[in-house]
């Protein structure tokens, strides 16, 4: 497993003093400003000194050396990342999305459907992304009822993939 965990990401710099958007994928979105130093992929350190919420999930952050507009542009869209170990611990039955990529996807028969890429979300709940043996990457929900087992140690998740409404409508 990864030991850096994705937590957020800086958005557009928020007014001239050096202010920026920082979209927060922690369960409570301010808590990103209290686990100290996080980590971009190249390693830099950004401390955050300051942060309060705008609105949902999104913050507008003051970072240590970040003193005007154009040094808060430079961080836009840098992934930050946190140590496993400065993360809480886990409760039975609890993941990172971290922990999901790589495992293989699989039918409750053992059909193997392909690896998951990417869990992303676009607003209405996380997603699945699963990379086939061959062709494009397919997309399913992240639900108990299309979801109902993931076993991290054996590197697997088991997928029901949803049946369409009806059946006969022609796909687009």
């Not at 609890?94 to 999901?100: G, T, V």
Request: glycine fraction near 8%; hydrophobic fraction near 45%; aromatic fraction near 4%.
């Amino acid at each position: 497993m990864d030991d850096k965990i994705l937590v957020g990401v800086f958005g557009a710099p928020h007014g001239v003093r050096g202010e920026i958007r920082l979209k927060s994928f922690m369960q409570a979105p301010s808590s990103i400003a209290t686990h100290g130093q996080l980590t971009d992929s190249s390693g830099a350190v950004h401390d955050i000194i300051a942060a309060r919420l705008l609105k949902d999930d999104l913050l507008v952050a003051r970072v240590k050396g970040v003193t005007d507009r154009d040094a808060a542009q430079k961080l836009t869209n840098r992934k930050l990342y946190l140590a496993r170990e400065k993360l809480p611990v886990l409760e039975e039955d609890e993941f990172y999305c971290n922990d999901l990529i790589g495992l293989r996807a699989e039918t409750p028969e053992g059909v193997a459907l392909g690896m998951i890429v990417a869990v992303p979300n676009f607003g209405g709940g996380d997603i699945l992304e699963i990379a086939p043996p061959a062709g494009e990457t397919m997309l399913f929900p992240f639900t108990r009822a299309v979801v109902p087992e993931i076993d991290i140690a054996r590197g697997r998740v088991v997928i029901v993939p949803p049946v369409d409404d009806d059946p006969t409508a022609a796909d687009v």
